[in-house]
């Protein structure tokens, strides 16, 4: 990337270096905001954060930022979701603590991104583990989803216009034992890895011991201090996201087509251009079918970095598409 574009989010640097590639004057209008103005003979474009662009109208983000709205479009057009359960306070939800009790949930905010507040509870038995994650779910939205989990492996899909460019298996933070080191030494050791950074500017995010991180340790029996043995994975979080410290795979070519056609169904339905689409699927080689996969959310402003950089994998030049469909063409 360009050193003097270093500030700014990495996917807003790839498109700057695609754009300037392609001969179009690139004008940064706001560093913070990752806003940046494209110029090309008389043609323009605003783009924000590299995926919001003038490809997708004002109300395409506001569906897709509202989980429970998005669900239920996705169910109108015939295609699985989780059920869940929407609560406005502490009070709500704990009416219902007894419906979820011995099962496996999730709890996320209604409106948030990047995998903000959500917490994964396996076999819940614990209502101060349930009022905790309540708690922390309402620091990021005014409204909270308690939702089925859905057992699998999550993918992300980044649909753009009618066509799949990248598939990501994201898997959650995690330190793999030698034997020697306790899971703290090990996520240090981890972060030292110069592609891991913070703030989106790296192709991967240092990995955090935070209370969601102790959380997950402590229902696994262990803490920092543990010494994990060799070669044994050690998993900090259920949700997979690359915000919270998880590794990205590039899975493109190995999942059924099937599961494209979904991921280009789902962000038809909600009329979106360029959508992350988030699947849990057990076995990427089967065909689906009605009980074998389900999308957990769509994302209005979908990263484009981690499949141009992914921990492993090719680079799949998602930028070109998005360059092409605002005609600048190369």
Not at 6 to 35: G, H, M, P, Y
Not at 52 to 72: A, F, H, Q, R
Request: proline share 4%.
């Amino acid at each position: 990337m360009l050193k003097e574009y270093e500030q700014l989010e990495l996917s807003t640097q790839i498109i700057i270096n695609e754009a300037l590639k392609r001969d179009v004057e690139v004008e940064v209008l706001d560093w913070d905001e990752n806003f940046i103005r494209l110029k090309k003979g008389d043609k323009f474009e605003y783009i924000k954060q590299a995926t919001k662009t003038s490809l997708d109208n004002y109300v395409v983000p506001l569906i897709m930022e509202n989980k429970e709205l998005t669900k239920l479009i996705l169910r109108e057009h015939a295609i699985n979701v989780p059920d869940s359960v929407t609560v406005k306070n502490l009070d709500d939800a704990l009416k219902i603590y007894s419906v979820f009790e011995n099962k496996d949930i999730v709890i996320k905010p209604k409106s948030a991104n990047f995998g903000e507040g959500v917490l994964i509870i396996k076999n819940l038995n614990s209502k101060e583990v349930y009022i905790n994650a309540i708690k922390e779910a309402f620091n990021y939205s005014k409204q909270v989803l308690i939702e089925d989990y859905v057992a699998g492996e999550e993918y992300r899909f980044l649909v753009v216009t009618d066509e799949v460019l990248a598939v990501m298996y994201r898997v959650p933070a995690n330190v793999k034992g030698d034997g020697i080191h306790n899971i703290q030494e090990l996520v240090d050791e981890k972060n030292q890895d110069l592609r891991r950074g913070k703030g989106y500017l790296t192709p991967l995010e240092k990995i955090d011991i935070g209370p969601i991180e102790r959380h997950n340790l402590n229902i696994q029996n262990m803490d920092v201090n543990h010494v994990p043995k060799q070669g044994e994975v050690v998993y900090l979080r259920e949700n997979s996201n690359l915000s919270t410290g998880g590794d990205s795979i590039d899975f493109t070519d190995e999942v059924h087509e099937g599961y494209k056609e979904i991921a280009v169904k789902s962000a038809e339905a909600v009329e979106a251009k360029i959508c992350g689409v988030d699947i849990i699927i057990p076995d990427v080689k089967a065909k689906p079918d009605k009980n074998n996969h389900s999308i957990i959310e769509l994302n209005f402003n979908p990263v484009i970095y981690p499949h141009n950089f992914p921990y492993i994998g090719q680079n799949r030049h998602v930028e070109r598409k998005i360059l092409d469909l605002l005609k600048f063409q190369r």
